[in-house]
């Protein structure tokens, strides 16, 4: 913003600074901020508090692995329990 402050004190016809041309920054502040906000949040969440998304989305694979496999166990279980009272 202060540099579009600064261009328009040189390069504006009038000696007016933030005047009805500072709507111009808006749509830009409005896709500039949230990605900057964006990179900020990963940043620091990395390096401040050490939270690594690779490592956890890893965990998080690794625990639906072992549900699927206590699930299939469960199964296979109820499997032979019906087949020993068949027997």
Known sequence: MYA???F?????EDD???SENILWILP???VVIPFVYF???KLYD??????????MDEELQILKAKEELRKEREKLEQRK???SKKI
């Open 81 to 83: 329990e019906t087949l």
């Open 46 to 55: 990395k390096h401040v508090h050490g939270i690594d998304l690779k490592a």
């Open 8 to 12: 328009e004190l040189y390069y504006s």
């Open 39 to 41: 990179i900020r949040v």
């Open 28 to 30: 830009v502040c409005m």
């Open 16 to 18: 007016v600074i933030d």
């Open 4 to 6: 579009f402050q600064l």
